[in-house]
């Protein structure tokens, strides 16, 4: 019997492995264009990432700017809070030497008049450092905020279409029977029509 149809069973072996050997080749063709769609998808995101960091790291700068130039001024208030303590020990010991009970009474109310506006000048100055040294802290956590939040939307976004288009193709890949228009080559030649098929695999150009 093998002698009888060996050629049938030569012609089915055939065509066998050359359906093994093209969706061999579609499946190569497919992982490819599937990495090459993919790496354009990432190129894509990675470039939008950047430019919401390089924006961010703009507005970042200015209010690190701010944040030095409170510090500095509340290193030049503590530094006039210093300086004013040592003139007020030098007037003091200088008070001290005056031999007048008139004139230490004097000059002890002078210096405490003068204690007193730069006490209050001091608080006024160092609360009003503090109060902007908070809020320019407040805005740099707010931008991080922002950006981490603008960054993770880009990665949803992404995430998101990725799902929907595997999803898609997932469902499509399951339908197998294809009914519609049909064009081909049988028995009798080319032919045009419409029809029921069963789809085994499936290529582009």
């Known amino acids: 019997m093998l002698k009888k149809y060996w050629r049938e069973i030569a012609l089915f072996v055939l065509v ?6 093209f969706q061999a080749w579609q499946q190569a063709t497919d992982k490819a264009l599937a990495g090459a769609i993919a790496e354009k998808a990432r190129s894509a995101l990675a470039l939008k ?4 960091s390089h924006e961010y790291a703009k507005l970042q700068l200015e209010v690190d700017k701010q944040i030095a130039n409170s510090n500095a001024t509340i290193g030049e208030i503590s530094a006039k809070a210093d300086k004013f303590l040592a003139d007020s020990k030098a007037a003091q010991a200088k008070i001290k030497q005056m031999e007048s009970v008139n004139d230490r009474l004097r000059a002890t109310n002078y ?11 001091q608080r006024d100055d160092y609360t009003t450092e503090i109060k902007g040294l908070n ?8 931008l991080k905020v922002e950006e981490f939040t603008k960054k ?9 279409n990725m799902t929907n288009t595997l999803a898609w193709y997932a469902v499509k890949d399951k339908r197998r029977w294809v009914i519609g228009p049909q064009a081909g080559y049988g ?19």
Not at 49 to 52: G, L, N, P
């Open 16 to 21: 066998g492995v050359v359906f093994f050997l």
């Open 49 to 52: 990432i950047k430019a919401i």
């Open 111 to 121: 210096e405490l008049e003068l204690c007193q506006s730069f006490v209050l000048k």
């Open 135 to 142: 809020l320019s802290w407040g805005n740099k956590y707010q």
């Open 152 to 160: 993770e939307n880009e990665y949803t976004n992404v995430i998101g």
């Open 187 to 205: 028995p009798m030649g080319w032919y045009i029509g419409v029809g029921i098929t069963f789809r085994v695999f499936e290529f582009s150009f």
